[in-house]
């Protein structure tokens, strides 16, 4: 059974991980990491364009976002029992499904499911509720890992969400250029 201190370490790491979330990825990311990171569009792919195009800027806007998290966390730790393992495990999983998220075509994909095209604020609120709902997650595993091994557990975890999306994204690329879009449709 999980301890008041774990609940507690787990609430103020989510605190202090949505602080930083919200800090990192409204103040600190730079305007052209903003236009760049979701990068490139159907139409772009269907042209030929790399699929990995935008890449670049999500990593350097990830890492800012994430300094922004680990100073956050460090803010906390000087209150609460938080581990090096936890702080690891939960920046881990918080960068790497951030990145990824932040590519655009998740957010893209869960609007369509949902069907909310004409939601003018989807795009936005479905992307900070992703990130948000990782933050849970991560707050937990800040709270619960305490190991290498655990830690190892979480990065493997989260390399392999990486690199399921540079296939997915391979894969986008594929089908936009084997049927690129018709300029003449409207």
């Known amino acids: 059974m999980a301890s008041v201190a774990a609940a507690a370490v787990a609430a103020a790491s989510f605190a202090a991980l949505l ?21 490139p569009t159907r139409d772009r792919l269907a042209t030929g364009t790399h699929p990995w195009t935008g890449w670049t800027a999500c990593a350097r806007h990830t890492a800012t976002y994430l300094a922004t998290q ?3 966390l460090g803010l906390v730790a000087v ?12 920046l881990a ?5 951030h990145a990824v998220i932040d590519r655009r ?8 499911i949902k069907g909310c095209d004409e939601w003018a604020e989807a795009p936005y609120l479905l992307d900070q509720s992703l990130h948000i709902g990782v933050l849970l997650v991560a707050a937990v595993l800040a709270a619960t ?21 540079l296939v997915v994204e391979r894969r986008a690329a594929r089908a936009a250029q084997a049927h690129p879009p018709d300029p003449l449709r409207m």
Do not use: E, N
């Not at 029992?81 to 939960?90: D, H």
């Not at 075509?105 to 369509?112: A, D, F, G, K, S």
């Open 105 to 112: 075509w998740p957010v893209r994909l869960l609007i369509r």
């Open 70 to 72: 680990a100073t956050a």
């Open 145 to 165: 890992i305490a190991s290498p091994a655990g830690l190892g557990v979480v990065v493997a975890a989260g390399a392999t969400v990486i690199v399921a999306a």
């Open 19 to 39: 602080a930083g979330h919200h800090l990192g990825d409204h103040v600190v990311q730079l305007r052209r990491d903003s236009l760049a990171k979701g990068s």
């Open 93 to 97: 999983a918080s960068g790497t499904t």
């Open 79 to 90: 209150v609460t029992p938080l581990g090096w393992a936890g702080t690891a495990a939960a």
